[in-house]
Nanobody, 126 residues
Framework: QVQLVESGGGLVQAGDSLRLSCAASGRTFSDSAMAWFRQAPGKERDFVAASSSARDGYTSYTDSVKGRFTIARDNAKNTVYLQMNSLKPEDTAVYYC??????????????????WGQGTQVTVSS
């Protein structure tokens, strides 16, 4: 059984940094895409960042986080990270890790991913 377990969320002030982790088990994702999404109360789950695989280093970000967030992988640990810097109140949301059976596709679409974590809350105060 594939499991994705997020950690690292919390309450921070605007301008602070956080690093989210997502540890995968039951399947190796080194050759397939992983991503982070977020969902604020009353809103849809939105794309944040994606990594196509651990081999080619291709990454994609939503415009609002470019230059502030970085997605990275540790292949040996089967873990994906989201480094979040210069956090803003509008970054407040539950952050979800996602894994796909595929290497390329519509990275920003929730339908591209078959595996999801339970989410971790990030709250940024002004």
């Amino acid at each position: 059984q594939v499991q994705l377990v997020e950690s690292g969320g919390g309450l921070v002030q605007a301008g602070d940094s956080l690093r989210l982790s997502c540890a995968a088990s039951g399947r190796t994702f080194s050759d397939s895409a992983m991503a982070w999404f977020r969902q604020a109360p009353g809103k849809e789950r939105d794309f944040v960042a994606a990594s196509s695989s651990a081999r080619d280093g291709y990454t994609s970000y939503t415009d609002s986080v470019k230059g502030r967030f970085t997605i990275a992988r540790d292949n040996a640990k089967n873990t994906v990270y989201l480094q979040m810097n210069s956090l803003k109140p509008e970054d407040t949301a539950v952050y979800y890790c996602a894994g796909s059976d595929y290497y390329s596709g519509s990275y920003a679409s929730t339908r591209f991913y078959q595996y999801w974590g339970q989410g971790t809350q990030v709250t940024v105060s002004s």
